[in-house]
């Protein structure tokens, strides 16, 4: 799980800060994040964290947010897939609402060219340089057939035996949910993820992007040859992302279940 639960941090983070408001169950008379384009069918772990909340529940009841469970897993994931530490700064409160259209628009997708993936990150006050920092947590996890195909059948600035490789995976229609793995380690946190896109072997479009003879190139190079210096610019801009715009003080609340604002 350590990859999606990676991920269920910055899709919270990316929109509206980290708050946890995309663990909030929709409702009838209340649309979350959980159905948006981004997330529909594709983030998973929310049942690791509701076991992570009822045990803290039972140890000191009320005082551990949703958001702050959320953004330890994803460090503590990390880690446990040989990845570097960071220090999570704590005290994040839980939203009492979400936002099923910043859903939609904030969060970059598999199809993004390398404009649209840096304006998304500098949205968020990232650079470039850490905006392909980030991607490199591609370096753990698995994407979709349908995220990945177009690229395989389509473009050409792709490795043509990896292609091949994973059309055996994802055919031209139909499977659309089989999963392919993102680099060539996919269970190892490392930087196999950037010498991938080197070789013109990036699973989705969005990551070969980084690689294609654009200004981002020379940082592609840097990390694929040093992977100290990736451990260490990619716990900083996580970090970063951390804290994005969170609740503290007397803004939200600590909820007793993650999938529902209390009371």
Request: glycine letters at 8%; proline letters at 3%.
């Amino acid at each position: 799980m350590g990859a999606s639960l990676l991920r269920l941090h910055f899709h919270d983070c990316f929109v509206l800060g980290c708050d946890a408001s995309i663990l909030l169950d929709d409702t009838a008379n209340f649309t979350g994040e959980k159905t948006a384009g981004p997330n529909n069918n594709s983030v998973r772990g929310y049942d690791v964290i509701d076991t992570i909340k009822s045990q803290m529940e039972s140890l000191c009841p009320g005082v551990v947010s949703c958001a702050d469970i959320v953004a330890v897993a994803a460090r503590d994931s990390v880690v446990a897939l040989g990845g570097p530490t960071w220090t999570v700064q704590l005290g994040r409160r839980d939203s009492t609402t979400a936002s099923f259209s910043t859903a939609n628009s904030d969060l970059p997708a598999p199809t993004s060219d390398l404009d649209t993936l840096i304006s998304l990150f500098s949205n968020k006050g990232f650079t470039t340089q850490e905006m392909v920092v980030l991607s490199g947590t591609h370096t753990i996890g698995k994407a979709q057939c349908s995220k990945f195909r177009d690229r395989i059948y389509n473009e050409t600035n792709i490795d043509s035996t990896f292609a091949t490789s994973k059309q055996a995976i994802c055919p031209s229609s139909g499977g659309d949910e089989n999963l392919s793995d993102l680099d060539g380690t996919t269970t190892v946190f490392d930087n196999v993820y950037f010498t991938n896109l080197i070789e013109k072997k990036g699973l989705l479009h969005s990551d070969q992007q980084l690689y294609n003879g654009n200004s981002t190139d020379s940082m592609v190079e840097t990390y694929s040859n040093d992977s100290t210096t990736f451990f260490t610019d990619v716990a900083s801009a996580m970090v970063k992302m951390g804290n994005l715009s969170p609740l503290t003080g007397t803004d939200g609340e600590i909820r007793t279940n993650c999938r529902a604002i209390n009371g």
